[in-house]
């Protein structure tokens, strides 16, 4: 049984009402970093953001005595903490994977799973998040249906190569390299000289 089937028979299946015909709500988790890029190496973590199709509610839990059902939003927010917890479990030989979710739109204090909607707004709306439009250049979906990560991709092109920001992009990435060689130690490969 996997998270999801076990989060359903507790909260019930996330559901969207889209012209007038209901469906279940579709979710993908993001690669990001080396992840995202394929290029993980023995001590990278793995970079996700989980983001699911629209806002909703999910239909009554199929478990005895539950008779209320829950936001989209939360269904996956839970999903996504129990993916984390199973993938960072220690193990007598260690932890298998590190998950990190610090790249999400909304932060590191933020919301665990963000509707695609606010994932394209908070881009549109925050135009000085130079950085966090870099990252999705290696952004890759790794899960849910072949539509919806296809449409997933789409987004992300969009808001990577959003003309808007064409005029100011290239000086603003040349100025936060330029901070990151003035602050890196003389060592630092990563943010050095020809990092």
């Known amino acids: 049984m996997t998270e999801y089937d076990r989060l359903v028979g507790q909260l019930g299946e996330p559901r969207i009402n889209e012209d007038w015909n ?33 806002h909703g509610t999910t239909t009554r839990p199929a478990r005895a005595g539950l008779n209320s059902s829950t936001s989209n939003q939360h269904f996956f927010s839970e999903l ?24 999400r739109p909304t932060g590191e204090q933020g919301l665990l799973a963000v509707s695609l909607e606010e994932f394209c707004k908070y881009f549109d709306q925050r135009k000085g998040q130079t950085w966090k439009r870099r990252a999705l250049c290696r952004a890759r979906p790794i899960y849910g249906s072949t539509e919806f990560r296809s449409r997933t991709q789409r987004v992300v092109h969009e808001v990577i190569c ?30 050095g000289p020809g990092g």
């Open 22 to 54: 209901e469906r279940t709500c579709e979710f993908t988790m993001l690669a990001m970093g080396k992840l995202g890029g394929q290029e993980p190496n023995y001590h990278s973590d793995l970079d996700i953001v989980f983001l699911y199709e629209a």
């Open 162 to 191: 959003d003309a808007t920001r064409n005029a100011t992009l290239v000086k603003e990435i040349r100025e936060m390299r330029a901070n990151l060689e003035e602050t890196a130690s003389r060592h630092n490969l990563k943010r």
């Open 80 to 103: 996504a903490q129990n993916i984390i917890k199973v993938a960072n479990r220690l193990s007598p030989y260690g932890r298998l994977y590190e998950v990190n979710v610090r790249l």
